[in-house]
């Protein structure tokens, strides 16, 4: 069964630490892993997409990591801000006939604490 | 402003009255997407289109209808709705539907009574 599950469910930092949220899938076969951020209330952004030949992405003080080999990513939030306070979704494609399939993860809730 | 816009944003209806909920984005993208968002669930899809009159049910379709008559706009149709589609409901779009990043509209609270 295709899966995406996050940890932990919630977290909370003070201002300007580091975090890492982590992702296990077992989406096959596999296409690419998304990281989203949503603040509450609103749709989700992009923060990286990765393929299955890459293993870093960076974006600003985000950056995400894939093991394509264990089926796990993680999204690291360097000097953390009271802005990152937000839901991290990810999100693995898997192809299959005629197109791909999107499974979306519950989501990491992120709390940043002055 | 290259985005995705909903109508309306909340919504509190009752049983059985049939309502639709408006998508439009202004990116000429050919994929777009429905998604409805509960407690404690990730993202699910309930329709998608690949393209206009292209549409494909998602994971979750029961109890909704979508049309694809123009590129950019992708309503959602709930016939009769009831209570179990109070949701949260997201419309998105993208260039193409692989390695794409889709974009998300605002969202739309429906409550349905």
Redesign the interface.
């Known amino acids: 069964k295709n899966q ?1 599950e996050q940890s932990p469910q919630s977290l909370i930092i003070l201002e300007g630490k580091n975090c890492t949220l982590q992702c296990n899938y077992t989406v096959s076969p596999f ?2 892993l ?1 990281w989203y951020k949503q603040d509450t ?6 923060l990286t ?1 990765m ?1 299955f030949s890459e293993n870093t992405k960076s974006n600003g003080r985000y950056t995400a990591t894939l093991d394509a080999d264990t089926k796990q990513s993680s999204l690291h939030i360097t000097a953390s801000q009271l802005s990152d306070s937000a839901s991290y ?1 990810c999100v693995v ?1 898997a192809k299959r006939t005629g ?2 399939k ?6 990491t809730r992120l709390f940043v604490k002055a | 402003e290259a985005q ?1 816009t909903q109508n309306p944003r909340y919504l509190i209806t009752v049983t059985g009255k049939k309502l639709t909920v408006t998508c439009s984005q202004n990116m000429n993208h050919e994929y777009m997407s429905w ?1 409805r968002q509960d407690p ?6 309930i329709y998608y289109s ?1 393209n206009v009159e292209v549409t ?1 049910k998602g994971d979750v379709p029961e109890g909704y209808k979508v049309s694809r008559k123009e590129k950019r706009n992708f309503p959602l149709i709930l016939e009769s709705p009831s209570p179990n589609q109070t949701s949260l409901y ?1 419309c ?1 779009s993208s260039p193409g ?3 794409d ?7 739309t609270r429906l409550t349905v009574l």
């Open positions: 995406v296409s690419n998304r209330g609103r749709g989700p952004v992009s997409i393929t979704i494609s197109g791909f999107t499974i979306f993860g519950a989501g | 995705v998604y404690g669930l990730g993202l699910r899809q690949m494909d997201f998105a539907q692989y390695e990043t889709q974009y998300f509209g605002p969202g």
